[in-house]
């Protein structure tokens, strides 16, 4: 399972990110792709995804199929924005599949608190602005970032530390959230509106184009301009992070810092 050259002992590794799991086809497909993006920027002996729950492939699966491979230890990547329950669960999960199966494992941590994440949602605003010709520099423009929400304080104080370090940049920046905290959309459109914004950006902060990309949201933002009566003021959505070579570049520094912390 492991090739010695002299005293050196070259380990077989597998790297596996656990993701909470959609029923919309799109999320599966960006995930693979993705994986596809690790495989190409890395040296492991296999790079694959798995879901917490919702959809199979399921922690377990995913754990055979890397111990299928033949190889000597796994690197465990919680594919999540936030800490929360669900993170947790994961990596419960995870910890106690691995030990049954005598299999050695890294768990990392999860992407929050990262500085490219700024960088992908500045990404995400740069692109909408060349995409719609908005004409008004950053400095002018007002951006709301929509993140899903936790019932776990820890969970909204990764996402606002994330949504922070992008004031520096812009007008203003303010944060909301689709369900489970508060403020929600329709507030978050609100606060802004009252300040008098040239261009509103709104920023998904999702990873994949689930049921909440698709519909969820723009529902919620539909209903907002409608009751607060936005009219005269230019509204765009940026794109969520998705598929990025940055997010995959992401995930090989979160790994790498997880196996050289245990060795």
């Given at each position: 399972m492991s090739i010695t050259l002299g005293k050196e002992i070259r380990m077989k590794r597998a790297l596996l990110l656990i993701d909470r799991g959609s029923r919309e086809p799109e999320a599966k497909e960006e995930l693979s792709q993705?994986?596809?993006?690790?495989?190409?920027?890395?040296?492991?002996?296999?790079?694959?995804?798995?879901?917490?729950?919702?959809?199979?492939?399921?922690?377990?699966?995913?754990?055979?199929?890397?111990?299928?491979?033949?190889?000597?230890?796994?690197?465990?990547?919680?594919?999540?924005?936030y800490p929360g329950m669900k993170l947790k669960d994961s990596v419960k999960k995870t910890a106690k599949i691995c030990y049954d199966k005598k299999i050695?494992?890294?768990?990392?941590k999860?992407?929050?608190?990262?500085?490219?994440?700024?960088?992908?949602?500045?990404d995400r605003i740069n692109y909408a602005r060349h995409k719609n010709k908005i004409i008004p520099q950053n400095c002018n423009c007002d951006i709301l970032v929509i993140g899903h929400g936790s019932s776990d304080s820890s969970a909204r104080t990764a996402f606002a530390y994330t949504v922070n370090n992008l004031k520096p940049f812009f007008r203003s920046v303010t944060?909301?959230?689709?369900?489970?905290?508060?403020?929600?959309?329709?507030?978050?459109?609100?606060?802004?509106?009252?300040?008098?914004?040239?261009?509103?950006?709104?920023?998904?902060?999702?990873l994949h184009r689930g049921t909440h990309i698709k519909k969820?949201?723009?529902?919620?933002?539909?209903?907002?301009?409608?009751?607060?009566?936005?009219?005269?003021?230019?509204?765009y959505i940026t794109?969520?992070?998705?598929?990025?070579?940055?997010?995959?570049?992401?995930?090989?520094?979160?790994?790498?810092?997880?196996?050289?912390?245990?060795?």
């Open positions: 993705l994986c596809t993006l690790i495989k190409e920027e890395s040296k492991y002996a296999y790079v694959d995804h798995c879901f917490l729950e919702v959809i199979p492939p399921y922690i377990e699966e995913g754990i055979n199929t890397c111990i299928s491979h033949n190889v000597d230890s796994i690197t465990v990547i919680p594919y999540f924005l050695k494992v890294v768990i990392a999860p992407l929050s608190y990262h500085t490219t994440l700024n960088t992908l949602i500045k944060f909301c959230f689709l369900e489970l905290d508060e403020p929600r959309i329709g507030n978050g459109i609100e606060r802004i509106i009252s300040n008098n914004p040239d261009v509103l950006i709104i920023v998904p902060y999702f969820d949201i723009v529902q919620d933002i539909d209903s907002a301009l409608v009751k607060y009566n936005v009219k005269n003021i230019p509204v794109e969520h992070l998705g598929v990025d070579p940055k997010l995959a570049k992401m995930v090989l520094e979160r790994a790498k810092e997880a196996e050289e912390k245990v060795g």
